[in-house]
């Protein structure tokens, strides 16, 4: 009955089930070992039908936390024969994208990732730091592969720094749909260059984009006007250097206007000076 449970729990269905289940009482950690109906045949992708059992390898998983215990997959995985005498390892639906954890384990990660330090992350599911990060980095690899940038118009291209000193990358948006399309490091011409080059790798040709956003950096308008051919350039703010020779110009009008204006004993003598002088009659 309780085979049952946990393949409702864990979402398993035929051919695969729950064979059976421990709990290792010193370390906490509950594995659950499944198998497939003997029989059962398999598709591949790429290909056509579905196919006999060749043999099994058992691999393992980590899976989401029942309650305070560590939740381990232990899963008799078939490799199957093609008809062109390749033999294929079957992938279970509950596998993840990166070896050794499910879906729903990983689904965890990425959800806490945007919300917490990775370090954090890592102790709240259990794992080291390295794994935490090979799942996020996993996960932007795939959404990178599938994106298709062959709508962008409009880029927004600007530099920050991601730690101290002066160790900058520079991110390109799509101005439109306001979503982040490319970071690179530095923050030069080479690094237009590169944006330019992921969005032809994704559908975008560089001479498809007919306006971009940037500041007045001398590195991006060489790296706009070589990469970007086609590109309007629009600068989104007043560079730094030109702000401050405009507060300098200031300072030096007030400064200049101060000097004119009579103080102290000067300032008393010019007031009295114009005060209007009082008659006596008799």
């Not at 269905?13 to 010193?26: C, L």
């Not at 099994?56 to 899963?75: D, G």
């Not at 002066?166 to 948006?173: G, N, R, S």
């Not at 400064?255 to 009659?281: D, H, I």
Request: aromatic share 6%.
């Amino acid at each position: 009955m309780h085979d049952r449970l946990f393949e409702a729990a864990l979402g398993i269905t035929p051919p695969w089930f729950v064979a059976r289940v421990g709990f290792d009482e010193p370390t906490k950690v509950l594995t659950v070992c499944i198998d497939f109906k003997a029989g059962s045949r398999f598709a591949v992708e790429g290909a056509a039908g579905e196919h006999p059992v060749h043999d099994t390898v058992t691999k393992t998983y980590r899976h989401l936390n029942f309650f305070q215990h560590e939740c381990m997959l232990e899963v008799r995985t078939p490799r199957v024969k093609l008809p062109d005498g390749r033999v294929a390892l079957i992938k279970p639906p509950f596998a993840g994208k990166l070896s050794g954890f499910t879906l729903l384990f990983e689904a965890l990660v990425l959800m806490l990732a945007p919300q917490m330090p990775i370090a954090a992350v890592a102790r709240t599911v259990g794992i080291s730091e390295h794994r935490a990060w090979a799942i996020c980095r996993r996960d932007v690899a795939l959404a990178l592969d599938a994106a298709d940038f062959g709508q962008v118009k409009s880029l927004a291209i600007d530099e920050t720094s991601r730690a101290r000193g002066h160790d900058y990358i520079t991110l390109a948006a799509d101005a439109q749909a306001r979503r982040v399309l490319s970071v690179t490091e530095g923050r030069d011409a080479k690094a237009v260059q590169t944006i330019a080059q992921e969005l032809a790798e994704h559908g975008c040709p560089p001479e498809s984009i007919e306006s971009v956003s940037i500041d007045m950096s001398p590195a991006f308008i060489k790296g706009c006007a070589e990469a970007l051919p086609n590109a309007r350039i629009t600068f989104d703010q007043v560079p730094r250097r030109l702000a401050r020779q405009c507060r300098g110009g200031q300072d030096a009008a007030h400064r200049a206007t101060q000097r004119q204006v009579p103080q102290g004993p000067a300032l008393v003598a010019a007031e009295g000076s114009r005060r209007p002088q009082a008659r006596c009659g008799r």
